[in-house]
């Protein structure tokens, strides 16, 4: 590509560049959205994050480690947004036995409610996207699959847990749907996750 995509010249004349500007504007509105949510709970918007996810992943993912890969950040400030969350009583550690320097993070009954509120942040985005058609969305979700799976084969986004990255993933064939190998279970458009509790990574 010889031209940035925020030229106006050529992004005026390039449907793939009006793409690409249009998600970075709705990236904007994530980011507005969730900093208008935490500033109401006095929280930053990655303390906010953290609490949405740990409100819905396991015990395996809610670890420094993990958390660090998942919101690609180092385990230092990982570490140093759990301790705030402490602080604030809104979670517990879980020291596992067999290492102490190791903990699964909970949340405390304060955390789970404010977990609960504000993982609602994105509601406007939402709206238009029920608006449309089933197959308008069927259509728009395939595209999204498609640039994430991209993004984390050249290593921008370190982890997945997306239907096409799992090894239980049988891809189509002769113009036949995908399917799940461990569901056993024909994988419609409709059916496709983004985000998968029982998802093992390709080796």
């Keep these: 590509m010889n031209e940035s995509d925020f030229n106006l010249k050529h992004q005026n004349q390039n449907t793939e560049s009006k793409i690409v500007a249009s998600l970075e504007r709705i990236s904007q ?3 507005v959205l969730l900093w208008q949510e935490s500033k109401e709970y006095a929280l930053s918007p990655i303390q906010v994050q953290v609490l949405i996810f740990l409100l819905n992943h396991s015990n395996e993912k809610r670890k420094v480690s993990y958390l660090a890969d998942e919101f690609n950040m180092t385990k230092a400030t990982i570490s140093e947004t759990v301790k705030s969350l402490e602080q604030k009583n809104l979670i517990t550690k879980e020291y596992e036995p067999h290492d102490t320097r190791s903990y699964i993070i909970h949340l405390t009954q304060k955390g789970k409610e404010i977990a609960d509120k504000t993982s609602y942040f994105t509601r406007e985005i939402s709206a238009p ?6 197959e ?3 259509n728009m979700l395939q595209s999204l699959f498609d640039i994430i799976h991209h993004l984390n084969k050249t290593g921008v986004i370190t982890i997945q847990r997306m239907c096409t990255t799992c090894v239980y993933f049988r891809p189509s064939a ?5 399917v799940c190998g461990l569901l056993e279970k024909v994988l419609y458009s ?5 985000d998968c509790p029982e998802h093992q990574m390709k080796a």
């Design 29 to 31: 509105a994530f980011r």
């Design 129 to 134: 996207i029920q608006n449309l058609d089933e």
């Design 136 to 138: 308008s969305k069927e």
């Design 174 to 178: 002769e113009g036949k749907e995908p």
């Design 190 to 194: 409709e059916d496709l996750r983004i």
